[in-house]
């Protein structure tokens, strides 16, 4: 098989799954994990339900408690600052991009300890400053910022602990 061959065959089919086995699946879908109505509905579209069973679905699987966006948001926000050691920034960007509401989001994020949050940022700068092989200081606090920007945190907490980083270091 030619490659065009190859690339219309696979694009063109969709997994096309009954509603009742849709509706078994979905739910070992969010049983194994916790998920937001937005992955739960990707889902159901690319196994081809229509819009209407999509909703059905959806609703069962809140009224049994299977789909729910604020423990979704809060385990997300757990992993993601607990293991991947995520700011508040990045985390509220990948919340909304799941189409999460600004109250749940908000919500989620305020469980972050702020003590907590603070030594994490601490911890990942004192790490970035001291594995930053670069000689002028000026480029070597670019490169921290851009870091922890990248990480998710604020640009007011980074510039403070990167000035503090570089006085306690007599630079």
Do not use: H
């Not at 490659?3 to 089919?13: L, Y």
């Not at 690319?46 to 059905?56: I, M, R």
């Not at 700068?125 to 998710?152: I, M, Q």
């Amino acid at each position: 098989m030619s490659i065009p061959e190859k690339e219309n065959s696979v694009s063109g089919t969709k997994k096309k799954v009954g509603f009742a086995q849709a509706q078994k699946k979905i739910s070992s879908f969010c049983a194994y994990q916790e998920r937001c109505q937005m992955e739960v509905r990707n889902r159901l579209e690319e196994w081809g339900l229509v819009p209407a069973d999509a909703d059905t679905i959806i609703s069962k699987l809140l009224e049994q408690d299977f789909l729910n966006e604020q423990r979704f948001a809060d385990s997300f926000v757990r992993g993601k600052f607990g293991l991947k050691k995520w700011g508040k920034v990045r985390i509220r960007q990948e919340l909304k991009m799941r189409e999460l509401p600004n109250s749940l989001i908000q919500e989620a994020l305020d469980a972050i300890d702020g003590a907590d949050y603070q030594e994490t940022l601490r911890f990942l700068a004192d790490r970035k400053w001291k594995l930053t092989r670069e000689p002028d200081v000026y480029k070597k606090k670019a490169k921290v910022t851009r870091f922890l920007v990248f990480r998710g945190f604020e640009p007011d907490l980074i510039r403070q602990e990167i000035e503090s980083l570089a006085n306690e270091r007599d630079i």
